[in-house]
């Protein structure tokens, strides 16, 4: 019993240290993907190709002076970033261990009612920094976070319905891979626009708009709150990736095609960055509630109609 506890938290801290790593490297490949779609050449001088150039950031952001504000609240203003970055790493406990991890019989819920928290630390930053501008970012932030989980809910409850399971390891055992992507095409280019809203990306980054709040409800951040932000954000990206492939590009348990379809979807939040503009934001919350959700209410009721 011990020892089995102890190989779970084993495989639990390598794996959060591993997601550090792929943090970092993702914000490489994005400088490396956003330079040569803008015609330059990105990040090249610190390493071989620039290959040390998260590390060097990341050394420069905890070096940096903290900011201390006087008419903030304290305790939450430092607080919430952590409390953003534990949210953001809590949903990776549900990855699908073979052996050696925590089998969640009801993975799906957990997932609901962890990614539902996050929306409180951007919240309550928003408030903490005693700024208007933050303050703007974290209601925009909020309001687009919960409009575009219940679409998200709405397909969850389509996928459970038709695997019969709340457990994310036996949702993966699809028969074939063709096969899931032609039933599921609508419901998986729905998750992927909500994906992109729930992550707060382009073209749906309003609560980090720089043209209007400056740099939305981080911006009294700096230095190492800042860093856990950004960490939060970059770690919340990949295992909406990860989720995305275990829901519709897995046809069997853990194998490598697992990550590469979770770094190809990586990279599809890239190249959006790269070529969206930004929406209004009347327009995000239309498509949040009179196209996407109406879309997913229409085919869960399709869902149900095959049994």
């Known amino acids: 019993m011990v020892l089995e506890l102890f190989i779970v938290l084993l495989n639990y801290f390598i794996m959060f240290i591993l997601i550090m790593v792929s943090v970092a490297f993702m914000t490489l490949l994005e400088q490396k993907v956003v330079g040569a779609m ?55 406990v549900l990855y699908p261990y073979v052996e050696g991890g925590i089998d969640f019989f009801l993975g799906v819920l957990f997932f609901m009612c962890l990614s539902s928290m996050g929306v409180y630390p951007i ?82 980054d309003f609560s980090e708009s720089g043209s209007e709040l400056v740099s939305g409800f981080n911006t009294e951040y700096s230095a190492g709150g800042f860093t856990l932000i950004f960490v939060a954000e970059y770690a919340s990206i990949l295992f909406m990736s990860l989720l995305f492939s275990i829901l519709f590009l897995s046809y069997e348990s853990l194998s490598i095609f697992i990550f590469v379809n979770t770094m190809v979807i990586a990279f599809l939040f890239i190249w959006v960055r790269s070529t969206m503009p930004r929406l209004r934001y009347d327009k995000l919350m239309g498509l949040a509630w009179k196209i996407f959700l109406p879309v997913s209410l229409f085919l869960f009721l399709y869902y149900l109609s095959f049994y």
């Open 38 to 92: 803008q015609i330059r050449v990105g990040p090249n001088k610190t390493g071989v190709w620039g290959l040390l150039q998260p590390f060097a950031d990341a050394v420069k952001l905890f070096l940096k002076e903290n900011m201390s504000l006087t008419m903030n609240n304290a305790m939450v203003y430092y607080m919430c970033p952590v409390a953003s970055l534990m949210f953001s790493l809590g949903l990776w």
């Open 123 to 204: 919240m309550l930053m928003g408030w903490a920094s005693n700024c208007k501008y933050s303050m703007m970012g974290s209601m925009r932030a909020l309001a687009q976070m919960i409009s575009y989980e219940v679409s998200i809910m709405m397909i969850l409850l389509s996928l459970i319905y038709m695997k019969g399971s709340f457990n994310f390891k036996e949702m993966m055992n699809w028969s074939f891979i063709f096969m899931s992507l032609s039933i599921y095409l609508p419901l998986s280019l729905i998750w992927l626009a909500s994906s992109l809203a729930e992550t707060n990306r382009t073209p749906y």
